[in-house]
């Protein structure tokens, strides 16, 4: 399954359609919602996703499809707050209420005419919409999303089946990869990519907006205009971040066949609040997710090791050499090597996954962590990659 996210252009007419389509999905979110939740607490019986359906027969108000994703979700909801608790999660996540604005997604799970998408989309209850199709629709579309950011612009995002596996010259090298704040990415070829840190830039302007949104009345208009304008930085801030790291998985594909990066706690570095939020700008997690699905898809390898040492121990002779975050420099009274550490690091990288060390077991990190690394999960099937 592959989605591609393209925007839609809608009159004032079909913007009011969409609006009311998706608050007519909210309240019956809600109203589902109450429903299984009295079920359980009256007469002890849990309603099931076919219950749900039940109660969803007959709506004219919305296509009957669209009603019965919305009585899904709620079952998918139940089932991910199961999960939680079985896996002894700290927060649950109970189903709750969906506050006005927090609801702003309609889906379709089945398309009738699936060769019409990529020329003309229609959408129940809505009409032929305006989508600006940047690029062509590969695989079988399944699935049909709108959506309407933060920013007020409208979305449209297609679900594709069968797509066939991208078409790069995959490398035939192989490489590892130091990930840093210095230097974004380091390489064992000691090649350096540093990452346009938008958050860091736009910050000026988006403290100023956030000064001036406390600043205005609850449900006023001034406050509707300027919580948009807040939304549109942080749109602006993603698109930057995604860009960049889509353009940077490519070109690292094309040279490299098989890369080898660290499998760092990146959930427990955050909480060193000195690194918190440059580690959020560079958004590490994003990147390594990103370049495994584009790997994956391609023909390409992605291989997480054991970071334990990977900035300590020297690259020539193997030998620890203790230094702090502050020293940027390596250099082994050993055997003399004295080469950038980040680059020290991605050769350790390189050794080790080659050697084929197994995944380490997580410990709590401190401030003595290191400012490279990746989520220790296993990288999420990443289903969306255009974005506007």
């Given amino acids: 399954m592959k989605a591609y996210k393209y925007r839609i252009h809608p009159t004032k007419k079909q913007a009011n359609k969409i609006d009311l389509q998706i608050e007519k999905g909210r309240l019956l979110y809600n109203k589902l919602l109450a429903l299984k939740k009295d079920a359980y607490k009256n007469k002890g019986v849990s309603l099931s996703r076919k219950d749900l359906y039940r109660q969803v027969k007959g709506n004219r108000e919305m296509h009957s499809q669209v009603s019965q994703n919305v009585a899904d979700r709620i079952d998918k909801a139940y089932k991910n707050f199961f999960a939680r608790i079985k896996r002894r999660e700290r927060k649950k996540g109970f189903p709750r209420f969906k506050k006005y604005g927090t609801y702003n997604s309609i889906t379709l799970p089945q398309i009738t005419n699936p060769s019409n998408i990529g020329k ?51 490398g035939n090298g192989k490489v590892g990869i130091d990930l840093g704040l210095n230097h974004f990415i380091a390489t064992s070829k000691g090649e350096f990519f540093d990452h346009p840190k938008p958050m860091k830039q736009l910050s000026n302007q988006r403290k100023k907006l956030a000064k001036l949104f406390s600043k205005t009345k609850k449900r006023g208009n001034n406050r509707n205009k300027v919580r948009t304008k807040l939304a549109r930085i942080d749109e602006q801030i993603a698109n930057t971040r995604n860009d960049f790291s889509w353009k940077l998985c490519r070109k690292l594909l094309e040279k490299y066949g098989t890369i080898y990066l660290e499998n760092l706690n990146v959930k427990g570095m955050v909480k060193n609040h000195y690194l918190a939020k440059a580690i959020t700008d560079v958004s590490w997690n994003g990147f390594t997710n990103k370049l495994s699905f584009k790997a994956e898809s391609a023909g390409g390898k992605v291989v997480k090791v054991n970071p334990k040492n990977t900035s300590q121990k020297c690259s020539g002779c193997g030998e620890i050499v203790r230094k702090t975050l502050a020293v ?17 690091a991605a050769r350790n990288i390189l050794s080790i996954g080659e050697i084929g060390q197994d995944l380490p077991k997580y410990k709590p990190v401190g401030d003595e962590a290191t400012t490279d690394g990746i989520s220790p999960k296993q990288a999420l099937s990443m289903k969306q990659e255009a974005l506007v």
């Avoid at 590969?138 to 612009?153: F, N, Y």
């Avoid at 082994?332 to 950038?340: A, N, P, Q, R, V």
């Fill in 120 to 170: 003309k989309t229609y959408f129940p209850k809505i009409g032929g919409l305006n989508v600006k199709y940047h690029r062509a629709i590969q695989g079988t579309p399944k699935t049909i999303t709108i959506k309407k950011a933060k920013s007020g612009k409208y979305f449209v995002t297609v679900s594709c089946d069968n797509v066939p596996k991208e078409r790069i010259t995959i």
């Fill in 328 to 344: 940027r420099t390596h250099k082994c009274s050993h055997c003399g090597l004295e080469i950038d550490r980040d680059i020290n």
